[in-house]
Structure formats: C-alpha cells, structure tokens
C-alpha cells in the first residue's frame, strides 16, 4: 500500500466519478478493489455500486477495446499508470500545500493579534 487510508479517502472524496476512483486507487496502490472499498467504509465513506446501465456501457467500451492491437493496448495502459502516479504524487502535494496554506494563515493570525497586541501597549 503506498498511500495512507487517509490519503486514500481524501482522493476518493475529491474525485466526482466515484465508481472509477476506487479502481485507480486499488491500481495506485497494488490492491484490490474490495481492499480499497473495506478502506473506504471502515472511513464512514458509502460506496454505491454502479447502475446496470453504467455496467453495459462499460461492458460495451470493453468489448471495443478487444480490437485494439495487443502493443497498443500494453502502451496505452504503460500511459495510464504513469498518469495514475503523477496524479496521486499531485493530489499529495496539494494535500501538504493545502496544509501548509491553513499552517500559514494561523501564523499570519497570530502574528496580526500579537502587533496588535504591541501597538496597544506602545500607546
């Protein structure tokens, strides 16, 4: 498991297509999917299974994807899991940044009541 369970819900919260994200997440981090869902609910996270009309699109788009020749297949997929990964590495980053942004706003608080404080006691 590369991510934290708090990463990994915190990715999951942010993305809008929730059915997809839990694959990437299990792809991301070298498990499986009911891994990430066991995560995902031990969390508070309700998870919905995908409508059978999402199924047979998808089935469909699958079935489209047969006739992709092997070498481009392997090579398209190569892609995605690099993207996966630069993905995940910048939703961290803006986790930290995020982080670092409120860390930031206490300092500028507190640094704002203590010359306040200062300017009080000079007059």
């Known amino acids: 498991m590369q991510m934290t369970e708090n990463e990994i819900v915190a990715s999951y919260k942010r993305n809008g297509e929730k059915n997809s994200q839990i694959q990437i997440l ?3 981090n070298g498990c499986g999917k009911e891994e990430i869902k066991d995560i995902l609910k031990g969390n508070g996270c309700e998870i919905k299974e ?5 199924a047979k699109e998808k089935a469909a788009v699958q079935q489209e994807t ?3 020749p092997l070498s481009v297949w392997a ?3 190569e892609k995605e899991t690099f993207l996966r990964g630069k993905i995940a590495k910048l939703e961290r980053e803006l986790e930290l940044t995020r982080e670092e942004l ?9 640094y704002q009541e203590y010359t306040s404080e200062t300017e009080a006691r000079k007059q």
């Open 75 to 77: 090579t398209i997929k």
């Open 26 to 28: 299990a792809d991301l």
């Open 50 to 54: 995908p409508k059978k009309k999402e």
């Open 66 to 68: 047969i006739n992709i």
């Open 102 to 110: 409120v860390e930031h706003e206490i300092f500028s608080k507190k």
